[in-house]
């Protein structure tokens, strides 16, 4: 009779499922009986959890703290998060901070975990991270007190707009929530070390903006890729290098990361395959020889096994144990470590002999006992058949571990019934992590394969999974790619990605003779080994060998090219056959376009597109009557903003007979940007008739008839279209961009709006879907349109938070402001507790100046969230407003002291001790912020504004000038910089400095002005036209150098001139509608009422979707006492969208209120 099980194992009942909570149970019990007197580690306990991201803490004996910043993890645990192993392996204090979302460490959030980490850290503090978490612990290593930074394959920012966003990171980076969240000076000490490898791209840009940064000491970890965590895993030297940072000693630390990347196996196996592709040998050998004592020392202790290649003689012959449906099991009994169990792929027969099922040559040559489930149809393991097949899988399994195999389908089943299994580990082949098409929209297969009924919750979900989840995949195969991805974010998955391994990594293992060591070292639960086995196999397979060898081919790189292909031909054949065909050294070389193809992608995605260019010029000269080189070429033209040129491109293909549907669509929207409605429409009714009946190209030809004012056309394409594709929604779009807008801003649908929302709906839109609709909506003007979506959306997804939001705030966009109040307490009374559920209320109620009934909101959320930041800082601005400046003051420093780094405290505490004149006060406060965010454009023009105030004006021209240095400066720091020099007395400068400015900001109209205001003021005013058009590049008599001008003369009280300026800029251009308002408003200041009525009406009457022209409108019949069109301007305004402070003011001065 076997004996208890060991706690290192689970317990497994026969002929039942294993029950997870028992085994759990047993565990505790287990753990909690260790005799008196024997010492034990400290346990990892949970600290505080904030916003989805968890604080925990494994206490240990050394001295100082490593804080580990970690990547997403799905399923937390006390002892199961990232940078609890390195606490028990080496017995160091440890505090992980662990999210369980892709948010990249908000400031809110990290704001309320800061306090409780200091105060659990000690004195001495290493911040430490990977990817996401390298970006969090260079973010916030300042506001931690860490000594030191080791952050690997860190992020420079997140904001999208600064153009680093990389296949590593996350998709769908939202600009809004991630935007002006990059690293900079003062978020970490001095001497924080970034490690990347150069060769994956996505790393090596943002750690080349890191580099840059003072303080930054770089270092390149070559031939790590994107795993460069495991050469601390490998070698035990974190320890030495994170003490060497402690005492201050930057190039010790460095010294001991590169030992650790010399001596890690993973390394040197990689630097062998390279060596050995050259054609050295000997030095091959040697890195190999180098690497056995490493691995050696590293390793774990081994399972006892028997050689893989010597199976047992008398082996059983297999036999089916049962069948559902879909699926067969298979028992084949033999002897070794641990039972393989096997899930086959969709397509493979289980046939009525035992040898049919995929994987029984590999059953074969290890001699493991087998356990198949086979299926050949894509029935994707369906938990109802599985039900009757797991407990007699269970009973026929043998004691001992067990490791899950399998391929695509078999990939998801072995990874979804792991743990069903009691499994050791898993081995995944381009595996799915869901095959709900909800999860995985993107997926080829939810169209094809994926049912939305029948397969609806079929993802894996992290209970599923064995202890060991070893996935491998082709991370070129977009859908593997995808679904990798989510399977990697679980804890403890171990992703191992084989470029070009395509459909072939089974063969490409075997080959290689590396899948019986990977299915050992998963069974022995060594996950650095597995990956490292990977990482063989794809260096050693012949066959991909072959395959890098055309890449290289096709870059150019034939020499390299070669010699892999002679050691691929030299390579030793497989011991056993396998399904693939073999490789062929004689392999023919590629065609001339997929070499050009291949180099001119390379150097888009480097962004060097004038190389990019040459390419393709070369590709066009090969293949001149391809239509793909003339394509990429365009766009790479409109990329170097040459967009007459990629015009002329695609005309000259059309001419040389390349007339596809694409070619015509790509010129049309090169049409459109050069502004020529003529030519775009008929680029895209050539697009509509080379492809007839396609409705994308329909929708193409509507939108650009909508875009050059041919409602007529573009309603007659929107139609043909939803005619060859019923539903079409981008179609249903532009039919409701043309309704005619609902009368008195009254959210009613028309017919088109009520068929596109109707096919939002029947179609099972998703939240996103209907988000977008909702912006294409709002960015048209269309608030009641967008009102009449989005509570449609709410009642499909009624717990959306987003799109709750967006309806609060297109309801204050349309004036409806106590209904968009309503709208942001019921998202409050919906989640109290959740802290950002108050901050849209907060903010509303501070835009409509509502400050008494905000202050008692803020109370309310003060109460509920002491710690959080943001709306202490709110707080103190209704304190401010309601003028309890000693408060308000108080709030404004509480609310810095929980979030230090947040730019929002500081400008706060400044605007508070200003309204009490307590200037000296405030500029103190404005210069210890900036010196906590040197970075921060907002807090340096709040300095510079006081320093004016002081009269101070060189210590002002200094601030505006380093605000002109910072990263996306903003205008106002030039214009301010201009006027103090002026107010200096430094005119020459001044001058200087504003032609610089409009150098690197043509179109900064308010430094047009200024500049034109300093030229006025030396000379006559036709001279100063001319050199302010020089600045500006323009013409003299263009109508950007007349309104700054005019706005110049104003300045300078000279309203005459101004008003004879505009006139005749006004005759020389009768469609600038710019010149047509500004000289209407002109007019109402000069009491030139009757005029300035006709000017505005003239102007809404030629653009009715303006509503500058329906606010001026307004204002001139308000003061001919005409109050009835006064109102009905007023009505028109609110339809066409103009802005919720426009209306608010229009209102006081037709009402005497703000809030009507």
């Known amino acids: 009779m076997a004996g208890p099980p060991s706690p290192r194992r689970r317990s497994r009942g026969a002929g039942a ?109 290493v911040a430490y991270g990977f990817g996401m978490g390298g970006y969090g612990a260079l973010k916030y290593a300042t506001a931690l007190g860490a000594r030191g930074v080791l952050a690997l394959s860190a992020r420079y920012s997140i904001d999208p707009a600064d153009g680093t966003a990389g296949e590593y990171d996350t998709a769908d980076f939202d600009p809004v929530r991630l935007g002006e969240r990059r690293i900079a000076p003062g978020d970490y000490p001095d001497g924080a070390l970034v490690m990347w490898d150069p060769s994956v791209l996505a790393d090596d840009a943002h750690a080349q903006a890191l580099a840059q940064l003072p303080g930054i000491r770089p270092v390149k970890l070559r031939h790590t890729a994107h795993a460069g965590l495991a050469i601390f895993s490998e070698t035990s030297r974190l320890v030495p290098v994170a003490e060497a940072l402690i005492d201050g000693r930057q190039a010790a630390a460095i010294a001991g990361i590169r030992a650790a990347r010399r001596e890690a196996p993973s390394v ?115 938990a109802a058949e599985m039900a009757t097949l797991l407990p007699v899988a269970l009973v026929a399994a043998p004691p001992g571990p067990r490791v899950t195999y399998g391929l695509g389908m078999g990939g998801y089943g072995a990874l979804k019934y792991g743990s069903a299994l009691a499994a050791e580990a898993t081995v995944a082949l381009a595996p799915a992590f869901s095959i709900d098409p909800a999860d995985m929209p993107g997926d080829p297969r939810a169209r094809r394969d994926f049912d939305p009924q029948r397969h609806a919750g079929m993802a894996v979900q992290p209970a599923d999974l064995s202890a060991l989840p070893v996935v491998v995949y082709d991370p070129l195969l977009s859908p593997d790619h995808a679904q990798a991805r989510r399977l990697a974010a679980m804890p403890g998955v171990r992703a191992a990605p084989i470029r070009r391994g395509g459909a072939a990594l089974p063969v490409l293992l075997t080959e290689a003779r590396r899948l019986g060591p990977l299915l050992t070292a998963a069974l022995q639960g060594d996950g650095s080994r597995a990956v490292t086995i990977v990482r063989e196999a794809r260096l050693a397979s012949p066959s991909l060998r072959a395959s890098v060898a055309k890449a290289l081919e096709a870059r150019g790189h034939h020499g390299w090219a070669a010699a892999l292909r002679q050691l691929a031909a030299a390579a030793p054949k497989p011991a056993a056959p396998v399904a693939a065909r073999p490789a062929t050294p004689t392999a023919p070389a590629p065609p001339p376009s997929r070499r050009f193809a291949v180099q001119a992608r390379a150097l888009s995605l480097q962004k060097k597109h004038d190389a990019e260019a040459a390419v393709l010029r070369q590709w066009i000269a090969a293949e001149p009557h391809a239509e793909e080189p003339r394509l990429n070429f365009a766009r790479c033209l409109q990329q170097l903003d040459r967009a007459e040129e990629a015009a002329n491109v695609l005309l000259d293909a059309a001419r040389d007979g390349i007339r596809g549907k694409r070619l015509h669509a790509a010129l049309a929207r090169v049409q459109r940007r050069l502004d020529r409605p003529a030519e775009a429409v008929a680029a895209a009714e050539a697009a509509a008739a080379a492809a007839p009946g396609d409705a994308d190209m329909l929708v193409l030809l509507g939108e650009t008839c909508l875009w050059a004012e041919r409602e007529g056309d573009a309603e007659a394409a929107f139609r043909r279209a939803l005619r060859e594709h019923p539903g079409h929604r981008t179609a249903l779009i532009g039919l409701v961009l043309l309704e005619a807008p609902p009368q008195e801003g009254i959210a009613t649908a028309g017919p088109d709006l009520t068929a596109l929302v109707e096919a939002l709906a029947t179609s099972g839109a998703s939240e996103t879907d209907w988000m977008h609709v909702v912006h294409r909506l709002e960015r048209a003007d269309l608030v009641d349109a967008a009102i009449v979506v989005v509570t449609e959306a709410l009642r499909r997804h009624p717990r959306s938070r987003p799109l709750a939001q967006r309806h609060g705030r297109i309801l204050l966009r349309a004036g409806r402001d106590e209904a968009a109040v309503i709208c942001f307490r019921q998202i409050v ?159 020459d400068e001044a001058e200087a400095e504003a032609r610089r400015g409009l150098a690197e900001n043509p179109d900064n109209q308010d430094l047009r002005v200024v500049l034109g205001h300093l030229l006025l003021s030396r000379g006559e005013a036709e001279a100063a036209r001319d050199a302010l058009a020089e600045a500006i590049d323009q013409d003299a008599g263009a109508p950007a150098v007349s309104l700054a001008m005019a706005d110049a003369l104003l300045r300078q009280g000279r309203r005459r001139e101004a008003l004879q300026l505009l006139l005749d800029a006004a005759a020389a251009a009768p469609g600038h509608v710019e010149t047509q308002l500004r000289l209407g408003q002109l007019l109402l200041d000069l009491g030139r009422i009757n005029e300035a009525a006709e000017l505005f009406t003239y102007v809404s009457e030629a653009e009715p979707d303006l509503p500058a022209a329906w606010v001026g409108l307004s204002d001139a019949e308000r003061l001919r006492k005409r109050i009835k069109p006064a109102l009905a301007a007023y009505r028109q305004a609110i339809a066409v969208g103009a802005t919720t402070a426009t209306l608010r003011e229009l209102r006081y001065r037709l009402f005497g209120e703000h809030d009507g």
């Open 829 to 987: 009374e919906a989640a109290p507790e959740d802290a950002s559920a108050w901050y849209p209320l907060l903010e509303a109620l501070a835009e409509l100046h509502r400050a008494t009934e905000g202050q008692y909101v803020a109370v309310q959320a003060v109460a509920t969230h002491p710690g959080d930041a943001v709306i202490a800082t709110r707080h103190a601005g209704f304190l401010n407003d309601l003028k309890e400046g000693a408060a308000a003051e108080r709030e404004a420093r509480r609310a810095i002291a929980l979030a230090p780094m947040a730019e929002a405290g500081h400008l706060m505490l400044v605007s508070v001790l200003r309204r009490q004149a307590r200037v000296r006060d405030a500029i103190r406060a404005a210069r210890a912020a900036l010196d906590i965010l040197p970075q921060s454009a907002n807090i340096a023009l709040s300095l510079a504004r006081l320093l004016l105030d002081r009269n101070d004006m060189d210590g002002a021209v200094d601030v505006f000038r380093l605000a002109t240095t910072m990263p996306k400066a903003p205008r106002q720091a030039w214009t301010g910089l201009v006027e103090a020099l002026e107010a200096a007395g430094r005119a």
């Open 17 to 125: 499922v294993p029950n997870q909570a028992g085994i759990f149970e047993f565990q505790r019990r287990v753990i909690c009986s260790n005799p008196g007197g024997m010492s034990t580690p400290s346990s990892p306990r949970l600290l505080h959890e904030f916003g989805g991201t968890s604080v925990f803490h494994r206490p240990g004996s050394s001295p100082w703290t490593l804080v580990t910043v970690g990547p997403r993890q799905v399923d937390l645990r006390e002892d199961r998060w990232w940078g609890v192993g390195l606490g028990w392996r080496e017995d160091i204090d440890v505090i992980g901070v662990a999210p369980t979302a892709h948010d990249w460490y908000p400031h809110e959030t990290m704001a309320a975990l800061l306090p409780v980490i200091r105060a659990a850290a000690k004195p001495a503090i």
């Open 268 to 382: 040197l196996f990689a630097v062998s395959a390279l060596l050995d592709a050259h054609g050295h040998q000997r030095w091959a050998a040697e890195a190999l020889r180098r690497a056995e004592p490493t691995r050696a020392r590293v390793a774990r202790p081994a399972i006892a096994t028997r050689p893989i290649s010597s199976p047992q003689l008398a082996r059983p012959a297999a036999r089916l144990l049962g069948e559902s449906a879909t699926i067969r099991l298979w028992h084949w009994p033999g002897q070794g470590p641990g039972t393989l169990v096997i899930f086959t792929p969709s397509g493979w027969s289980p046939a009525a002999v035992p040898g049919g099922w995929w994987g029984h040559s590999l059953a074969a040559r290890m001699g493991w006992n087998t356990i198949t489930f086979a299926s050949d149809r894509p029935s994707w393991y369906p």
